[in-house]
């Protein structure tokens, strides 16, 4: 144990034994649980809870969800039994009246940032903010938000105890905005942390599809805007500026994942897996990698067709010998369980993809708008493939960066409530 955790440790220690004595229980109200349809949304929750429960196991935690419907409440309950769910506004007025701290979770943002305003209003009660990204982006991700949008958000960051940023460029933007919050610092993603399972389900669809424990990779496609207009459960319109978007880059995007699985499946012995992250990625990938791949390569390439639950796509994931795509959320739960996984981004994806720099795995992050960067996917890709061991060595030291980056933003968590 190094010097810096014993007394984070032991401090957080002294603060919950003087409570204890006093008769006070410590309790804190977790807002996470943004939506459903994306198994990296639905992770952020799971992962803090995960974090709070081994470094804070005497804090009462309850959760102001948005959405924990299609499977996700029953997933939650059966892996934190003593979690406590606010379902009504009878539990949010008892959990406002009986909890000292509110703690935002991890997220694309300060997404619930009416409701922590809501929580300072009402109460005067403190507040924390837990691995988020900060951006100049608006709502629509192809404009700036306004200077009176970014001005409001910097002052509720301001009036945190404590904000910790999922990545160094939203840290440095919030500096370089005004942020005044008397602690400020980078502090993972909390999916980091999600140790979901479903084994049973994962070991059947390997078994079903001839995939062989650790002799395959997966790989994740995504358009550059998520279509959220083909899902029903959101009722949304066609963003015809977004969708013209997708539509010019799709290929761009994903040549050089599907000339990494001709690479893979033709020089190694390794099979590849296309799963999806959230809904809509199972057309995707069937499309733009599936349906183009040469007769003698997809004999080799499993594609799923159906969505899944965390705790399945986890059990998968590791099980793999690694992972590879477009997508975040998915890499940040392979790493944290110490599987190899490599990140392709773009702009249009905020400035999240930066953590692998601060976690220190630069090397297996990579630029699609960047030329140069693309040349150099599919050989990093086949590494995973051609030396295993090296590629698990190399996850297990960015998961330990990450690890003491977790006991050191849990301990001031510890401090606050």
Known sequence: ??????????LVSAIAGSLSAAGGPRRLILRSSWQTVNIGDIAHTPGVLALLEKHLPDVEVRLWPSKINNGVEEMLR?????????QSAAD??????????????????????????????ETGKPYGIYGITFSSQGSTSTQSASDASI?????VLSGAKFAFFRDSHSLALAKERGCTSPLMAFGPDGAFATDLRDDAAATAFLSQHRLTEGQFLCCIP?????????????????DPVKHARNEAMKEHDHAPLREAIIRITRETSMKVLVCPEDQTQMAVGKELLIDTLPDDVK??????????????ALSTYVRSAGLFGNEMHSPIMC???GIPAI??????????????????LGDWLFDMDDEDQIKRIVPTVLTLATDPAAARAKAAQGRANVEKFQRETMAVVGQNV
């Open 343 to 360: 990140v392709c981004r773009w702009k249009e994806q905020t400035t999240k993809g930066y953590m692998w720099d601060d976690i220190g």
């Open 299 to 312: 004999k080799k390439v499993v594609w799923r067709p159906n969505y899944w639950l965390t705790g399945e």
């Open 222 to 238: 995504r358009l550059r805007y998520t279509p959220y207009w083909v899902i029903p459960e959101k009722k949304a319109a066609v």
């Open 78 to 86: 059966a892996r934190f039994p003593k979690l406590i769910i606010i």
């Open 335 to 337: 790493i944290g369980n």
């Open 1 to 10: 144990m190094d010097r810096r955790h014993f007394l984070a440790t032991s």
């Open 151 to 155: 001005a409001q958000t910097i002052q």
């Open 92 to 121: 949010l007025k008892a959990a406002f009246a009986e909890c000292p701290f509110l703690l935002h979770g991890s997220g694309p943002s300060l997404v619930a940032q009416k409701d922590v305003e809501r929580w300072h209003t």
